[in-house]
């Protein structure tokens, strides 16, 4: 995984940090184990084995399971001890949960640390790793200790909650979606739900994610006594991940979680942020929809950051809503955690809200065409269609985002702006945007990204970055927590004053308008309506404000560059172009 984007957030005082008291308990029992796998990914005749460590009470009861699977473990600042047996617990699980009688489970994905076989990069081989893990907590798997003897989980209840950031969250959904038997709940935080949209927008490759992703992912994170094994694996990644087209392929259906939404009997408890653009939005926004479509018991907490873990944010809420979760989940307490509301969504200033559902009660689609000059604007965004002719756009050549958003009031045929007047009354977006646009291109490829803009006096964060590693790896004890170091170290944030505030932003190549699965070349120069998805948000845009909708062909900052688009020109419709926009009571009113 690659950029990451984050923000601060209001300091906790070590006075803050949520500890209920607990009995004293025996000391806890730690071991390693290597689970018999199902499955031989790296071909050496073997089942590949997946190294776990446990550490659970040490009580003659049997206990509920608290488990973070990752392909991390074995790097950064945890290589030093990557074959230590045990290796050590890095996170704040274990001192939270251990004395609250749970096991804590860290598994480590195949081909990474000392689990054999090979990393796939959200393959199937990756979901049968965690499978392995969670059918010998529930008896139906063998596992070994290093010395040959075989290790039995008769402490275990076989109830599991799977949790983490990034990758490690990614395999929760991955768990759920193959519907696991023993895995009860799952809190995937920054995490994947679509392989295909990690590294794609809807038949467009993302900038940075372009090129043999998949391949160049599992060879980061295999092992040093894996790689060599492995070769064959990764060429066949990169022969099979269909860059040449982006399209939606066999390859990428099977890393789509998604798909088995129908099956998800886990409860969910999702985290995401707004700004993060490494794990972008939709992977929260569209897997949500699925869940929510299919009535699964889940919340929502949504921050203003980007590629981050709540504990650095808001450490003590976070550890009282954890312990709630999984109390309720695991043990069955009936501890009115589901009695709250579903949804935690931070505002712009660091505090607070919350909502019923999410999106929000009330919201609905509220459709503004894209019109001709007027009010000063070089575009008009209205609720009533206004005919107006055609806006011609060419290639953007390389303008930066602040750029395109810039001085909509000037017409620049490098990108078009459609701007509405002032709104007298604020608006609230909560959910996902569509943009339909009838163009005509002199190119069979034409790729176009949408931007939706906030135009308005505003402040916004300049942030600092974390990558997914450290998130995964960074020290995460007691103490960290008590200090605000390690992975509760808060990121740090700068503010600058702005007119205009990218809310979200979308993209698609055209030739995939009909199907992700395959492309229909465009008609050129004959007329063709494309409609696409933007992320999801929530956001107030306030009275006083203009909503935006700015289009430009080749964002050469977000998605790769579509050298078959060079010379682009298109028409692109006035009065039957539009947005619909997920608003909260439907209307948005201007002056």
């Not at 790097?75 to 749970?102: K, N």
């Not at 206004?386 to 390389?398: A, E, K, M």
């Not at 590693?469 to 170290?489: H, I, P, V, Y």
């Given at each position: 995984?690659?950029?990451?984007?984050?923000?601060?957030?209001?300091?906790?005082?070590?006075?803050?940090?949520?500890?209920?008291?607990?009995?004293?308990?025996?000391?806890?029992?730690?071991?390693?184990?290597?689970?018999?796998?199902?499955?031989?990914?790296?071909?050496?005749?073997?089942?590949?084995?997946?190294?776990?460590?446990?550490?659970?009470?040490?009580?003659?009861?049997?206990?509920?399971?608290?488990?973070?699977?990752?392909?991390?473990?074995?790097?950064?600042?945890?290589?030093?001890?990557?074959?230590?047996?045990?290796?050590?617990?890095?996170?704040?699980?274990?001192?939270?949960?251990?004395?609250?009688?749970?096991?804590?489970?860290?598994?480590?994905?195949?081909?990474?640390?000392?689990?054999?076989?090979?990393?796939?990069?959200?393959?199937?081989?990756?979901?049968?790793?965690?499978?392995?893990?969670?059918?010998?907590?529930?008896?139906?798997?063998?596992?070994?200790?290093?010395?040959?003897?075989?290790?039995?989980?008769?402490?275990?209840?076989?109830?599991?909650?799977?949790?983490?950031?990034?990758?490690?969250?990614?395999?929760?959904?991955?768990?759920?979606?193959?519907?696991?038997?023993?895995?009860?709940?799952?809190?995937?935080?920054?995490?994947?739900?679509?392989?295909?949209?990690?590294?794609?927008?809807?038949?467009?490759?993302?900038?940075?994610?372009?090129?043999?992703?998949?391949?160049?992912?599992?060879?980061?994170?295999?092992?040093?006594?894996?790689?060599?094994?492995?070769?064959?694996?990764?060429?066949?990644?990169?022969?099979?991940?269909?860059?040449?087209?982006?399209?939606?392929?066999?390859?990428?259906?099977?890393?789509?979680?998604?798909?088995?939404?129908?099956?998800?009997?886990?409860?969910?408890?999702?985290?995401?942020?707004?700004?993060?653009?490494?794990?972008?939005?939709?992977?929260?926004?569209?897997?949500?929809?699925?869940?929510?479509?299919?009535?699964?018991?889940?919340?929502?907490?949504?921050?203003?950051?980007?590629?981050?873990?709540?504990?650095?944010?808001?450490?003590?809420?976070?550890?009282?809503?954890?312990?709630?979760?999984?109390?309720?989940?695991?043990?069955?307490?009936?501890?009115?955690?589901?009695?709250?509301?579903?949804?935690?969504?931070?505002?712009?200033?660091g505090g607070w809200e919350q909502a019923a559902s999410w999106p929000r009660p009330g919201t609905s689609g509220t459709t503004l065409y894209l019109g001709p000059a007027a009010n000063g604007m070089s575009g008009s965004l209205t609720t009533t269609p206004v005919s107006g002719g055609t806006h011609r756009l060419g290639d953007n050549t390389n303008l930066s985002e602040s750029a395109m958003m810039a001085g909509p009031e000037?017409?620049?045929?490098?990108?078009?702006?459609?701007?509405?007047?002032?709104?007298?009354?604020?608006?609230?977006?909560?959910?996902?945007?569509?943009?339909?646009?009838?163009?005509?291109?002199?190119?069979?490829?034409?790729?176009?990204?949408?931007?939706?803009?906030?135009?308005?006096?505003?402040?916004?964060?300049?942030?600092?970055?974390?990558?997914?590693?450290?998130?995964?790896?960074?020290?995460?004890?007691?103490?960290?927590?008590?200090?605000?170091?390690?992975?509760?170290?808060?990121?740090?944030?700068?503010?600058?004053?702005?007119?205009?505030?990218?809310?979200?932003?979308?993209?698609?190549?055209?030739?995939?308008?009909?199907?992700?699965?395959?492309?229909?070349?465009?008609?050129?120069?004959?007329?063709?309506?494309?409609?696409?998805?933007?992320?999801?948000?929530?956001?107030?845009?306030?009275?006083?404000?203009?909503?935006?909708?700015?289009?430009?062909?080749?964002?050469?900052?977000?998605?790769?560059?579509?050298?078959?688009?060079?010379?682009?020109?298109?028409?692109?419709?006035?009065?039957?172009?539009?947005?619909?926009?997920?608003?909260?009571?439907?209307?948005?009113?201007?002056?």
């Amino acid at each position: 995984m690659r950029r990451v984007y984050l923000v601060a957030a209001t300091l906790l005082t070590a006075a803050t940090i949520h500890t209920p008291a607990v009995t004293a308990a025996p000391a806890a029992v730690t071991e390693t184990v290597y689970v018999e796998s199902t499955i031989d990914s790296d071909s050496d005749g073997k089942l590949d084995r997946i190294a776990a460590d446990v550490m659970r009470p040490g009580t003659a009861e049997r206990v509920p399971i608290v488990m973070e699977a990752s392909p991390y473990y074995g790097l950064g600042a945890a290589a030093a001890t990557s074959t230590t047996v045990p290796r050590g617990f890095g996170r704040w699980y274990d001192e939270y949960f251990v004395p609250r009688g749970y096991a804590v489970v860290e598994m480590e994905m195949q081909g990474t640390s000392r689990s054999t076989g090979c990393p796939t990069t959200g393959g199937p081989e990756d979901t049968a790793s965690v499978r392995a893990v969670v059918d010998w907590l529930n008896g139906r798997a063998r596992a070994f200790y290093a010395d040959g003897r075989q290790a039995v989980a008769s402490w275990s209840t076989g109830d599991v909650g799977m949790l983490g950031v990034s990758y490690n969250g990614t395999l929760p959904n991955a768990a759920a979606a193959a519907n696991i038997p023993g895995v009860k709940t799952i809190v995937p935080i920054a995490a994947i739900s679509s392989w295909y949209e990690y590294a794609r927008d809807q038949g467009v490759g993302y900038k940075g994610w372009e090129a043999n992703y998949p391949a160049y992912l599992a060879g980061y994170v295999v092992s040093a006594a894996q790689k060599a094994k492995c070769k064959a694996v990764f060429d066949k990644l990169s022969a099979e991940d269909g860059d040449e087209s982006y399209d939606y392929t066999s390859f990428w259906k099977a890393r789509d979680y998604r798909v088995g939404a129908g099956d998800v009997s886990a409860s969910v408890f999702a985290v995401h942020g707004q700004a993060d653009w490494n794990v972008k939005p939709s992977q929260f926004g569209r897997w949500w929809q699925e869940l929510a479509e299919k009535n699964v018991p889940r919340k929502i907490w949504l921050h203003r950051g980007g590629h981050l873990d709540p504990i650095s944010f808001r450490q003590a809420e976070w550890q009282r809503v954890m312990g709630l979760w999984m109390d309720h989940w695991l043990k069955g307490a009936d501890n009115g955690i589901m009695d709250e509301p579903m949804a935690d969504v931070q505002k712009p200033d660091g505090g607070w809200e919350q909502a019923a559902s999410w999106p929000r009660p009330g919201t609905s689609g509220t459709t503004l065409y894209l019109g001709p000059a007027a009010n000063g604007m070089s575009g008009s965004l209205t609720t009533t269609p206004v005919s107006g002719g055609t806006h011609r756009l060419g290639d953007n050549t390389n303008l930066s985002e602040s750029a395109m958003m810039a001085g909509p009031e000037t017409a620049d045929s490098r990108r078009l702006a459609y701007v509405t007047a002032p709104l007298t009354k604020d608006a609230r977006l909560s959910g996902e945007v569509r943009v339909t646009a009838r163009i005509a291109s002199n190119r069979t490829s034409t790729p176009l990204t949408a931007l939706l803009v906030d135009y308005g006096p505003s402040s916004q964060a300049v942030l600092t970055e974390r990558s997914p590693l450290q998130l995964s790896t960074e020290t995460c004890g007691k103490n960290d927590l008590r200090d605000r170091t390690g992975c509760a170290r808060p990121p740090e944030v700068s503010v600058q004053a702005v007119s205009a505030t990218m809310l979200t932003k979308g993209a698609i190549d055209a030739k995939n308008r009909l199907s992700l699965e395959s492309a229909t070349p465009l008609p050129t120069n004959a007329t063709t309506d494309v409609t696409w998805k933007l992320h999801a948000r929530d956001a107030l845009i306030p009275a006083g404000h203009r909503i935006g909708i700015v289009i430009v062909t080749n964002h050469s900052a977000y998605i790769a560059r579509d050298t078959g688009s060079s010379g682009i020109a298109l028409d692109l419709s006035l009065g039957v172009s539009k947005v619909v926009l997920p608003v909260v009571g439907g209307a948005v009113v201007t002056g």
